[in-house]
């Protein structure tokens, strides 16, 4: 069965760094685009940033300059690195797969999805 599993959450004060990680079982992934979302208490999930199997990127506006999506295709591995954090990053954070290798900012274009790790951003 196809598994993403992320890891990587936790709590940091506002300004701080995380990075999270998310480990895909097949390695047909390596060909799939693949990307972040997340969703906040009583808030729908929003796009965070995408990744093409060319390895181009994508980001929501409201991440842009602070987060940047990577994958190391011989890991199967998606990472998003966070700086600058704030308060307003604080949500519970997904991977996704698609099954082609372009990117998309829907996530109703996504097949697969992780069970989500929890980033806390206090202030």
């Known amino acids: 069965q196809v598994q993403l599993v992320e890891s990587g959450g936790g709590l940091v004060q506002a300004g701080g760094s995380l990075r999270l990680s998310c480990a895909a079982s097949?390695?047909?992934?390596?060909?799939?685009?693949m990307g972040w979302f997340r969703q906040a208490p009583g808030k729908e999930r929003e796009f965070v940033a995408a990744i093409g199997s060319s390895s181009r990127t994508y980001y929501a506006d409201s991440v842009k300059g602070r987060f940047t999506i990577s994958r190391d295709n011989a890991e199967i591995t998606l990472y998003l690195q966070m700086n600058s954090l704030k308060p307003e990053d604080t949500a519970v954070y997904y991977c996704a797969a698609k099954i082609s290798g372009w990117a998309s900012t829907s996530g109703h274009d996504y097949s697969y999805w992780g069970q989500g790790t929890q980033v806390t951003v206090s202030s």
């Open positions: 097949e390695r047909a992934f390596s060909s799939s685009a």
